[in-house]
């Protein structure tokens, strides 16, 4: 049972990246999915979340209008689009199994993925 994110890399400000999380050994059907971020020196971030059933999402103001999160349940994998990054973007990338409340973001997370850097920089 595990999630592998992938996607990262280095871009110049303004640019994009697709992050991906996929599952094995699980399928993310029934999960509540979220991506945290932690940059050097600084407290981990919940940045977005999506929900099994509807389909809701959450998204910190931070990203909000930035970001994009999704989800395809018959790849099990959670995607998170980001657009127009900045270099204050720039962090370890982590996908996760959470509770993702509309209001509050991502809580409570199980299952993590092992985290994809993200460097945004001329």
């Known amino acids: 049972v595990q999630l592998q994110a992938s996607g990262g890399g280095l871009v110049q400000p303004g640019g994009s990246l697709r992050l991906s999380c996929a599952a094995s050994?699980?399928?993310?059907?029934?999960?509540?999915m979220g991506w945290f971020r932690q940059a050097p020196g600084k407290e981990r971030e919940g940045v977005s979340c999506?929900?099994?059933?509807?389909?809701?999402?959450f998204y910190a103001d931070s990203v909000k209008g930035q970001f994009t999160i999704s989800r395809d349940n018959a790849k099990s994998a959670v995607y998170l689009q980001m657009n127009t990054l900045k270099p204050e973007d720039t962090a370890v990338y982590y996908c996760?199994?959470?509770?993702?409340?509309?209001?509050?973001?991502?809580?409570?997370?199980?299952?993590w993925g092992q985290g994809t850097q993200v460097t945004v920089s001329s």
């Open positions: 996760a199994t959470v509770v993702c409340t509309v209001g509050a973001g991502p809580t409570h997370p199980d299952i």
């Open positions: 050994g699980f399928t993310l059907d029934y999960y509540h």
């Open positions: 999506i929900t099994s059933a509807d389909g809701s999402t």
